[in-house]
């Protein structure tokens, strides 16, 4: 089954306490991004990756790391998190360029509490 | 700046009713859009999406929607709402790069009996 898979789905923290929440697709597809979700502000992107070894800033990166060293994962490091990135995580995946435009798929979701 | 407004963060509709969700854009240039819906504790799903082979785009679930460039607009639609429609729904525009999709702050609709 084509899919994204986000690894763990809940997480409860504290501050300053590094963490990771992994990110796996078996599409192939080049394109991975993650997003955070917040009420009242949609989606808004956190960094993005266009190919291995390739990645970007997106619109809100401060506090947070991302690598891409294999095709198929995109984990989302926070070194030190705080409680404003309380938040729920997707990482999507896609093809950009025609004919796909980036159509993205989407993870169930990381929901982070930071304490 | 690309932009994506969706009008009304809460639509409220009785099933049976026309469902309307209100998508703009902001671009010089007509974008790549996207509708997306969530349903609760669940990722998205891509419902339909316009890359300019048609205006008028049919989607999953008897959604449509149609791309309206002169008034930036790609509006989503359904003739009759069903209980299971229930859920909060995306409009969203990628860049001309492809680097990002940009999205609205969403639309929840709620569907009463």
């Known amino acids: 089954e084509a899919q994204v898979t986000q690894n763990p789905r809940y997480l409860i923290t504290v501050t300053g306490k590094k963490l990771t929440v992994t990110c796996s697709q078996n599409?192939?597809?080049?394109?991975m991004s993650w997003y955070r979700q917040d009420p009242g502000l949609g989606l808004r992107q956190i960094y993005y990756?266009?190919?291995?070894?390739?990645?970007d800033k997106g619109d809100v990166p401060e506090g947070y790391k991302v690598s891409r060293k294999e095709k198929r994962n995109f984990p989302l490091i926070l070194e030190s998190p705080s409680p404003n990135q309380t938040s729920l995580y997707f990482c999507?995946?896609?093809?950009?360029?025609?004919?796909?435009?980036?159509?993205?798929?989407f993870g169930p979701g990381t929901r982070l509490t930071v304490l | 700046a690309q932009s994506v407004t969706q009008l009304g963060s809460h639509v409220s509709v009785s099933e049976g009713a026309l469902v309307l969700l209100r998508c703009n854009y902001s671009s010089s240039v007509p974008p790549y859009l996207f509708w997306y819906v969530q349903y609760p504790n669940q990722g998205l799903q891509l419902l339909l999406k316009y890359t300019s082979a048609a205006t008028l785009v049919k989607g999953i679930n008897g959604f449509e929607a149609e791309f309206k460039k002169s008034e930036t607009s790609f509006h989503l639609t359904k003739p009759s709402a069903h209980m299971s429609d229930a859920a909060e729904y995306f409009c969203?525009?990628?860049?001309?790069?492809?680097?990002?999709?940009?999205f609205g702050t969403g639309t929840r609709l709620l569907v009463s009996p």
């Open positions: 599409m192939n597809h080049e394109y």
């Open positions: 990756s266009m190919n291995v070894e390739v990645t």
């Open positions: 999507a995946s896609g093809t950009s360029g025609p004919p796909y435009y980036n159509e993205q798929f």
């Open positions: 969203a525009a990628t860049n001309t790069g492809f680097q990002k999709l940009v």
